[in-house]
C-alpha cells in the first residue's frame, strides 16, 4: 500500500438483508397465530402441529414431581 493512500469501506453487509418490512398492528395480524373467538382471559398456546400459537381458554399446567 502507498503512504498516504486511505481505503474506505461503503458497505458491510452480514447476513441476508431484509427487502421489505410488514407493519402489523395486532397478534391477529400476525401469520403464524391463529385467535378466531378470541375472549377475555384468553392465553396464546404454541401448537407445534400447526406450527402456530393459538388463542385458547382452556390450559392445563403440569407441575411435575417433587
Same mark, same amino acid.
Given at each position: 500500500?502507498?503512504?498516504? @493512500? $486511505?481505503? =474506505?469501506?461503503? =458497505?458491510?453487509? /452480514? ?7 410488514? +407493519? /402489523?398492528?395486532?397478534?391477529?395480524? &400476525? ?6 373467538? $378470541? +375472549?377475555?382471559? %384468553?392465553? &396464546? $398456546? %404454541? ?6 400459537? $393459538?388463542? @385458547?381458554? +382452556? &390450559? ?5 414431581? %417433587?
Amino acid at each position: 500500500m502507498a503512504t498516504g @493512500t $486511505v481505503t =474506505k469501506i461503503k =458497505k458491510i453487509v /452480514v447476513g441476508r438483508p431484509i427487502s421489505t418490512v410488514q +407493519e /402489523v398492528r395486532t397478534i391477529g395480524g &400476525l401469520g403464524d397465530t391463529q385467535t378466531t373467538g $378470541v +375472549e377475555d382471559g %384468553y392465553f &396464546l $398456546v %404454541y401448537n407445534a402441529s400447526t406450527g402456530k400459537w $393459538v388463542a @385458547t381458554g +382452556e &390450559l392445563t399446567l403440569d407441575g411435575g414431581s %417433587y
